[in-house]
Each structure stands twice: as C-alpha cells, then as structure tokens.
Nanobody
Framework: QVQLVESGGGLVQPGGSLRLSCAAS????????MGWFRQAPGKEREFVEA????????SYADSVKGRFTISRDNAKNLVFLQMNSLNPEDTAAYYC??????????????????WGQGTQVIVSS
C-alpha cells in the first residue's frame, strides 16, 4: 500500500500560480508512474498530468498545456504540480495518484491503485 498526502492548495487570483506537492510513503519501491487529477463540483474526475517515475517522461491534458508542469523528486518520494496562469476553470479538488502495476493509459483513473485525499484549489478574484 502507498499513502499519498497532497498539500499546497488554496485561494489564488486569476493569472496567479500555485505549487502542489504530493508526498508518497509506504511501498513506493515499485512505483511506475504518478499522476495528478482534478475534480470540480458536479463533474467527473479528470486527468491533469502524469510522470513516469523512472524516466521522468510526462504527459498532460490539453487544457493545461503550457501552464502546468509536473515534476518529481525520487529520493524524497515527492511529486509536484506547478500551476501557472490559473483561471477560474481550474478550480477543483486536486488529487495525486500512484500507479504501481504498470497500468495504462495514464490518463484514466482506473490505472492508479492509490489516491490521496485531495487539496482544494480555488481561482477567484
């Protein structure tokens, strides 16, 4: 089992930035990939970005292209989501997730076996 804890959410004005962090603990030795998803009220959880744990290769949703960047610190079992140029449509609960069983595609929730509790991001003036 892998435990995931997100942090860094909050209230930010349109055009602002936030950096989310996700700390992984437990059975992280066979991590395949980590992902960020988000869920707005009344909507389904949607893919944001993912990163391959070993190679660092990334994939992202078109909606965040050029604005969000995922990164990781393997030594500390941390994953980050740098979010720039935020707009009200980015308001959601953001979740990190772990894929330890080489499941694909990484853009689907069913590929991940562990989830954090989420951190809220509100973009509003």
């Amino acid at each position: 089992q892998v435990q995931l804890v997100e942090s860094g959410g909050g209230l930010v004005q349109p055009g602002g930035s936030l950096r989310l962090s996700c700390a992984a603990s437990g059975r992280t030795f066979n991590m395949y990939a980590m992902g960020w998803f988000r869920q707005a009220p009344g909507k389904e959880r949607e893919f944001v970005e993912a990163i391959m744990w070993s190679s660092g290769s990334t994939s992202y949703a078109d909606s965040v292209k050029g604005r969000f960047t995922i990164s990781r610190d393997n030594a500390k079992n941390l994953v980050f989501l740098q979010m720039n140029s935020l707009n009200p449509e980015d308001t959601a609960a953001y979740y990190c997730a772990a894929d330890r069983y080489f499941r694909i595609p990484l853009a689907t929730t069913s590929s991940y076996d562990s989830w954090g509790q989420g951190t809220q991001v509100i973009v509003s003036s």
